[in-house]
């Protein structure tokens, strides 16, 4: 039997990890839904009942010392995030982590530094890296066997006024470094004021150390929640609109120009489905995880932490309203 247990039954945690484990456990065999654990009780008992965890608890150490999960899928608030994994990584048991791994480059850099002392399998839930739109568009890519020249990334945002953004922001500075195949090299950022508020657009120019050149930008209290992707590669440009939440307001395909020539990949060809959990790639980071694990393919469960130094890194610049990142 897999076992899987979750630390954290907050609104994240029950909108997409939730239903994906459900869904995970129903269509697998194998698979126990053991444990959920949260400070609040009633929280937990909700979750629990809501999507088929055996039982619940208030104490995350205690619920994994009593179980001895296969895997934990860890969603708790970003300043907690680090301490959590690296107890859940001393304990032995692999994680998914929600993002950002750590609330600060230290902390992500600790995180890397626990994994590589336990060796632990995990992943970090940046689920962009998983959704069907850019699975396609890096495929294209590939297939063109020269990296990107050109990748601008585009975050919107419907009323989101918090005075930092960066834990949001980490989503696209992630997803361009992953597209890329690249770390930043350098970033130089721009910021404009939105009247009456704290929140600011965000605007971010970048060269990647295989010379691909980015551009973000992000804006917060924008009219529509939206995030789309532009990629030159080779002759070719490639589109994509990205599912942001429950309704998506733009088609979420994708579209490749050639010479004058468009050719397109629904949501259909794609195989997105029709629930925002999956077409937003939750489900396929939990799933392909666990797939992993359950095959003895440790070894490609080792780098993630790794991997989310830098989106972390860069996010704090956004943070402190930075003008310049120089890796």
């Not at 834990?167 to 770390?183: K, Q």
Request: charged share 25%; net charge negative; proline share 5%.
């Amino acid at each position: 039997m897999f076992k899987i247990c979750m630390v954290g039954c907050g609104e994240h945690a029950s909108r997409v990890h939730g239903p994906s484990l459900r869904r995970y456990a129903g269509e697998e065999a194998g698979v126990e839904l053991a444990a959920c654990c949260d400070i609040d009780c009633a929280a937990a008992e909700r979750f629990a009942a809501a999507f088929g965890f055996a039982r619940c608890d208030t104490d995350y150490r205690e619920m994994l010392r009593r179980e001895k999960p296969d895997a934990a899928v860890v969603v708790v608030p970003v300043p907690l995030s680090c301490a959590i994994a690296c107890d859940v990584m001393r304990m032995g048991v692999p994680l998914m982590l929600e993002k950002p791994p750590g609330a600060n480059a230290e902390e992500a850099r600790r995180l890397v530094q626990v994994q590589q002392e336990t060796g632990v399998p995990h992943r970090v839930a940046f689920n962009r890296r998983y959704m069907p739109q850019l699975r396609k568009v890096e495929d294209l890519m590939r297939q063109c066997g020269r990296p990107p020249e050109y990748i601008h990334y585009t975050m919107y945002r419907v009323r989101r006024f918090e005075e930092d953004f960066s834990t949001t922001a980490v989503h696209a500075i992630d997803a361009v470094r992953y597209l890329a195949g690249a770390d930043y090299a350098q970033a130089d950022f721009s910021y404009r004021a939105i009247a009456g508020q704290k929140a600011v657009d965000i605007f971010m120019d970048a060269r990647m150390e295989n010379g691909c050149i980015a551009r973000i930008d992000i804006c917060p209290g924008a009219g529509l929640l939206a995030e789309t992707l532009t990629v030159s590669a080779d002759g070719s440009t490639f589109f994509a609109a990205l599912p942001t939440g429950e309704r998506w307001l733009l088609p979420a395909g994708v579209s490749r120009f050639e010479a004058g020539k468009r050719t397109e990949w629904t949501m259909e060809a794609l195989g997105m489905g029709d629930t925002f959990y999956e077409a937003g790639g939750f489900y396929a980071e939990g799933a392909t995880f666990f797939n992993e694990l359950r095959a003895g393919n440790k070894e490609c469960l080792m780098t993630d932490f790794a991997s989310s130094v830098q989106p972390v890194e860069v996010s704090q610049y956004i943070a402190r309203r930075d003008t310049a990142y120089r890796k």
